[in-house]
């Protein structure tokens, strides 16, 4: 096995490890479930979440390889992109992210952010997410053919560079829970394009830990879903040279919670965000985790996942896109039939 790709780069934006708290209020709201909370909202670097794991890798290559430019691309409330023209702020380059679709009329959330990073916008007028990846190459051709040297980043970090920031935090995790004697059985995460469960299914593996990951996807459908992630833990695999192979039934995604599409708050995910932060003072976001904490709850009301097992909940953060959405948010206040009683 290649070790030293596993080793953290010298570049270190993350604040780590992250806590891993057990939430005893909100688990007992959910029938006295062993609940914890893996913060990794609280990656610190950016306003944190999930992407500065895979960032750190994605960035120490971009310098190694002298360039002067980071791209990425995404939707115009991305936290891929607020993260990744941060990094570009930190280490002294240039940030340009092409964003799908017309500038916004409303500047607010994760493109705010962007404008106070001084990031380059490139919109592409076409609402469709899933072929900005051929505008990120466009881009920085047109960047390469004036001379500059960027280094483009796929659109939420995908990349086995990526996953490998969700293996490490796999091994991080791992020594927590040896530190706390805890033995979860289920964990639970939001997944987008699916770099951190193809991480931490690596990850898990190759530490022998026996715990489930449940991917609560907010976009493709659950076999997308799988086909994406099952080819995400092959390159990450080969790239670490791995024995230890990840199979497909290993792979368990639940596409109920998407609701209207990607970036469309559910009233249940709204119900999600209000239930955690009343019971613990933690803010979900509506776009992933809070959609995510409303699959976990749904699970165990259908008998899923059984209130006498130890869960883990992945918080990746998004904090931004609370304020991106507060009118929805705020008209929505409806937390009936949430409580699970027992
Ligand atoms: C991107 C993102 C996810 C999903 O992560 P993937 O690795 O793309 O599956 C989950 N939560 C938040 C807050 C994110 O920004």
Redesign the pocket.
């Known amino acids: 096995m290649n070790n030293t790709l596993l080793l953290r780069p010298q570049l270190e934006l993350a604040k780590l490890p992250t806590p891993l708290d057990r939430v005893e209020n909100l688990g007992k709201s959910l029938g006295n479930l062993d609940l914890w909370f893996k913060r990794d909202?609280l990656t610190g670097f950016g306003l944190g979440?999930?992407?500065v794991r895979?960032l750190e890798y994605l960035a120490a290559d971009a310098m190694k390889l002298n360039s002067n430019i980071l791209i990425t691309g995404g939707s115009p409330g991305?936290?891929?992109v607020r993260t990744t023209m941060a990094a570009a702020a930190h280490l002294g380059l240039r940030g340009v992210a092409v964003l799908s679709g017309n500038q916004p009329s409303k500047t607010n959330g994760n493109l705010l952010l962007d404008h106070i990073l001084d990031a380059q916008l490139v919109f592409t007028g076409n609402p469709d997410r899933s072929n900005i990846d051929n505008y990120i190459v466009e881009e920085a051709e047109r960047l390469r053919g004036k001379g500059e040297n960027p280094y483009m980043i796929r659109r939420?970090?995908?990349s086995s560079l990526?996953c490998i920031g969700?293996v490490s935090a796999a091994v991080e995790i791992c020594s927590q829970l040896k530190n706390l004697n805890l033995s979860p059985e289920i964990l639970v995460?939001?997944?987008?394009?699916?770099?951190?469960?193809?991480?931490l299914l690596v990850g898990f593996k190759l530490m022998g830990l026996n715990c489930r990951l449940y991917?609560i996807t907010?976009s493709r459908t659950r076999d997308e879903c799988i086909s994406h992630i099952e080819q995400l833990v092959n390159e990450t695999e080969d790239a670490l040279g791995l024995d230890s192979r990840v199979t497909s039934d290993e792979i368990f995604v639940f596409d109920e919670y998407i609701g209207e599409g990607y970036s469309v708050p559910t009233s249940e995910g709204i119900d999600a965000i209000r239930l955690v932060a009343r019971t613990e003072g933690i803010f979900l976001?509506p776009?992933?985790?809070g959609k995510?904490f409303s699959g976990l709850t749904d699970l165990i009301k259908k008998g899923f996942i059984d209130t006498d097992k130890t869960v883990i909940f992945l918080h990746?953060?998004?904090s931004p896109?609370i304020f991106s959405n507060s009118t929805i948010i705020s008209n929505s206040n409806n937390l009936s039939d949430y409580v699970i009683d027992k």
């Open positions: 909202d979440g999930n992407k895979s991305s936290n891929h939420g970090g995908v990526g969700y995460c939001a997944t987008g394009c699916g770099v951190t469960q193809a991480g991917g907010v976001d776009i992933y985790t995510a990746t953060g998004g896109s």
